[in-house]
């Protein structure tokens, strides 16, 4: 499934005047009154018209910003609550970090 960004041909970094353009760009190129030709025109312009109502609202947007970022980033916390076994074992103390495999040494 495409974003709402590809669906307009947009970055996802656009503003709100590059969104509205290519929205107006995009529904007059496949409007089926004016372009009767295409197939599916249609569906495709119900698509855009979705895709520009989310876009174009900026609460809904940064919602759908949210929503598309994904996880968040894991992070490993080595040692975390071994700092005084650390410091009479020699170990390192504890740090944050992303996730790393060890070497199987």
Do not use: W
């Not at 005047?17 to 089926?32: D, K, N, S, T, W």
């Not at 119900?46 to 919602?63: F, G, H, M, T």
Request: aromatic letters at 6%; charged letters at 20%; a positive charge.
């Amino acid at each position: 499934m495409n974003s709402l960004y590809d669906t307009l041909q947009v970055s996802p970094k656009a503003s709100s005047q590059v969104i509205r353009a290519a929205y107006r760009c995009l529904a007059q190129h496949l409007h089926p009154d004016k372009h009767p030709d295409i197939k599916d025109g249609g569906h495709r312009l119900a698509v855009i018209n979705q895709a520009c109502s989310i876009l174009s609202d900026p609460e809904n947007r940064k919602a759908y910003d949210l929503k598309q970022s994904g996880p968040p980033v894991f992070v490993e916390r080595r040692g975390h609550g071994t700092a005084a076994q650390s410091a009479t074992s020699g170990k390192r103390p504890p740090s944050s970090r992303l996730f790393s495999f060890r070497p199987l040494v």
